[in-house]
């Protein structure tokens, strides 16, 4: 059974940065994608960013140009790197991974919060 291990989360004010990671126990090719998702207070889960097995990635218009994705292949690790952060970004990050034959597996969540 595999699991995503998330880390990197914290207190952060508002133009800092963060970086979360997501380690798999399984290598990150037996998924068809992985992303990372975040939910707030109040709000719909949404997806964040997303990278395919095959690189390709996308990202919510409310972080183009402020967060990467990117993944270490060897380490079965994926990354979110958020740069300029803003107070509305302060919520519970997701790692998630999509199956092959359906479905997701999802991390714990891993807490985010942006304030002065």
């Known amino acids: 059974q595999v699991q995503l291990v998330e880390s990197g989360g914290g207190l952060v004010q508002p133009g800092g940065s963060l970086r979360l990671s997501c380690r798999s126990s399984?290598?990150?090719?037996?998924?068809?994608?992985m992303g990372w998702y975040r939910q707030a207070p109040g709000k719909q889960r949404e997806l964040v960013a997303g990278i395919t097995t095959g690189g390709s990635t996308n990202y919510a218009d409310s972080v183009k140009g402020r967060f990467t994705i990117s993944r270490d292949n060897a380490k079965n690790t994926v990354y979110l790197q958020m740069d300029s952060l803003k107070p509305e970004d302060t919520a519970v990050y997701y790692c998630?991974?999509?199956?092959?034959?359906?479905?997701?597996?999802w991390g714990q969540g891993i807490q985010v919060t942006v304030s002065s």
């Open positions: 399984s290598t990150i090719f037996s998924f068809k994608a």
């Open positions: 998630n991974a999509e199956k092959y034959y359906g479905g997701n597996y």
